[in-house]
């Protein structure tokens, strides 16, 4: 019996509706600033959590019940997919993204896994014509199976890294064949558990070897898409080479990728390294760097990755504001990389969830979009840096050490310190919310 092929598409009903399966907030084809909420935030399903996670944590196995359970077999592969895309519509989402392992199992050797990837992604392909959902971006699971333990491109064993990049080139195939608008990878176990076996440095310049083949078999095959890399501080190492934006900025430029690949950020994994989201995702704009968000936020107390989907308004407008400010998505989109609860069973709970969360963003980018358009924001950050726009004070970044100090001597410079003005700033943000 099919789970989702009863669920009609989710209609927009405006905010006094009570229908817990309708949007109240995210209306697809509304127009805001020249653009219909359904371009501005290209919201996407994550295939992994919605259909492949069964429910387990770490002290107990699966507790969902799903046709397409056990994952073994191909024919439960093309179960897996009817009902994918029978959610897709039924939530209306425009995009979905996924890993190679998520869309079949894994059987064999290399050249098995090459032929059942095709097979599946051919009858994906089909399901995509007859509905119109497009892929966000597609990336390769280095990180499950037991030969990636110790890391795919960064891992001691040359087979593995050869196994790894055998398995980007047929995703990045994949992503290609589908029409994929990004190709994301997430670091996996690319990091370590302890530096008592770990040569730190071979393995950075591994990945940053990898990294490169990635970006010259891009262009081999005239993918136009944008390559990703998805940073994310500790789990499942306990450091995690791709730390952190400002890491990865620094990684990048050492390989000389700075040009070719930009950021995938998550929102639970700024919180695992300590950010913000906006923080994030400011610091990737301010670096030109900005490519998709996962937006999934984290439990704030517990310190793991829980992938829960967003609900939190002021987070959400803060980190569209952002977006908004570096131009807008481009080939990327918003990925709910996000799970259910292992309690909430029911078909039904994983439509609202992502109803939901597409509300909550909605919600988010309306604020966001009017602030932006009133300026307020903007006006009170160009004021309180107006003052290097004068010549004198260009001439500080001009000059040297010793004329600066020349002048501070000569014209007494005596700095009159003024407020920050954080709380304005933040009530201005709350009319907004
Ligand atoms: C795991 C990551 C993963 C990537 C895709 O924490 O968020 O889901 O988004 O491999
Ligand atoms: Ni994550
Ligand atoms: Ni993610």
Not at 19 to 38: E, M, Q
Not at 232 to 253: I, M, N, S
Not at 306 to 318: R, Y
Request: negative net charge.
């Amino acid at each position: 019996m099919a789970l989702f092929d009863s669920f009609s598409p989710a209609q927009y009903a405006g905010p006094d509706s009570t229908d817990p399966l309708a949007f109240h907030h995210y209306n697809p084809d509304d127009v805001i600033d020249g653009k219909t909420l359904r371009d501005h935030l290209r919201f996407a399903v994550a295939y992994w959590h919605s259909f492949a996670w069964e429910g387990g944590d770490p002290f107990g196995g699966r507790t969902f019940e799903r046709p397409w359970f056990p994952q073994d077999s191909m024919a439960q592969a093309r179960i897996k997919a009817d009902e994918a895309f029978d959610l897709f519509q039924a939530v209306q989402a425009p995009f979905f993204c996924w890993h190679d392992a998520d869309l079949r199992p894994e059987q064999g050797n290399h050249a098995d896994n090459l032929a059942t990837l095709d097979e599946i992604t051919d009858y994906i392909g089909e399901h995509m014509q007859r509905t119109g959902v497009r892929c966000l971006w597609g990336t390769a699971n280095l990180f499950s199976d037991r030969r990636f333990m110790s890391g795919a491109a960064s891992n001691p064993d040359p087979a593995v890294y050869a196994v790894s990049a055998a398995t980007v080139k047929m995703c990045m195939d994949a992503t290609h064949k589908l029409g994929g608008q990004n190709y994301v990878l997430w670091g996996g176990r690319e990091g370590y558990e302890t530096l008592l076996n770990t040569d730190l440095k071979r393995e950075l310049d591994h990945m940053g070897r990898f990294l490169n083949q990635v970006v010259e078999y891009k262009y081999k095959i005239g993918f136009s898409g944008s390559i990703l890399v998805e940073p994310k501080p500790q789990e499942p190492t306990k450091h995690q080479y791709d730390f952190d934006v400002a890491t990865c900025v620094g990684f990048l430029r050492k390989y000389g990728l700075e040009d070719e690949i930009k950021l995938n950020i998550e929102q639970g994994h700024a919180i695992l390294a300590g950010h913000s989201f906006e923080h994030e995702i400011a610091l990737a704009a301010a670096e030109g760097m900005l490519g998709s968000i996962d937006m999934n936020r984290n439990d704030y107390q517990s310190g793991w990755d829980t992938d829960q989907f967003p609900n939190n308004v002021p987070e959400v407008a803060l980190a569209y504001y952002h977006i908004l400010k570096a131009g807008g998505f481009t080939t990327g989109g918003t990925n709910f990389d996000a799970k259910l609860r292992r309690q909430s069973l029911d078909a039904e709970d994983l439509v609202a969830a992502h109803i939901g969360a597409m509300d909550v963003c909605a919600r988010g980018l309306k604020a966001a979009i009017a602030m932006h358009a009133d300026g307020g924001l903007e006006s009170a950050l160009q004021a309180r840096y107006a003052e290097w726009e004068s010549d004198s004070a260009r001439a500080l970044l001009a000059g040297s050490l010793d004329d600066i100090s020349a002048r501070v001597l000569a014209e007494d410079i005596r700095p009159a310190p003024r407020s920050g003005r954080q709380e304005q700033l933040e009530n201005y943000v709350n009319r907004f919310v």
